[in-house]
């Protein structure tokens, strides 16, 4: 994260390291703010259905999905070894035509992706527009199994904090 001021008035480092437990449905995370030291436990609350669509809020989606599909095209990248997996790769191009979001050129962006073929996990995905620019991330070492359990808990001399 960003430095944080202090009440010295000085900039610090604020650490923050995330871990998301899909089996017991948590997300911790562990904050280093000066001598602080504090892991958060969240327990997030189930979804809540969202109410159904309006006519309107249901033309709206129609008409953005027609402008993205008829903007969106989609190629195969083949095969390649990521990591140690073999994966497929496919590539979305998406145009946004001129003057359509105050641009004078067309706009072009790229969705690169490369999913493990025996896994389905994403190794390596590549976000390119010439407005934010390139985004790049990539797995570079996968362990297949299940994680030491010492993973999903705080570290030792950390106050713990249930929301």
Same mark, same amino acid.
């Given at each position: ?8 008035g ?17 997300? +911790? ?12 436990i969240?327990?997030?609350p ?25 903007n ?9 070894? +990521? ?5 497929e790769?496919?590539r ?27 896994t ?21 070492d ?22």
């Open positions: 994260m960003p430095c944080v001021l202090g009440l010295d000085q900039f610090h480092p604020d650490l923050r390291i995330s871990v998301s437990d899909p089996a017991a449905g948590t997300t +911790i995370w562990w904050e280093v703010n000066g001598s602080e030291k504090t892991a958060h969240v327990h997030p189930k979804p809540i259905a969202a109410a159904p669509l309006s006519s309107e809020q249901r033309q709206i989606r129609a008409l953005a999905q027609a402008s993205w599909t008829k969106t095209h989609h190629e195969s990248l083949g095969a390649r070894t +990521i990591a140690g997996f073999l994966t790769g496919s979305q191009i998406t145009t946004t035509p001129a003057r359509e979001q105050g641009n004078e050129k067309p706009l072009e962006n790229s969705v690169e992706v490369w999913f493990a073929a025996d389905g996990i994403a190794l390596l995905s590549i976000q390119e527009d010439p407005r934010s620019g390139r985004t790049t991330q990539e797995v570079t996968l362990k297949l199994g299940e994680p030491d359990v010492s993973l999903f808990a705080p570290p030792a001399g950390y106050r713990v904090e249930e929301q």
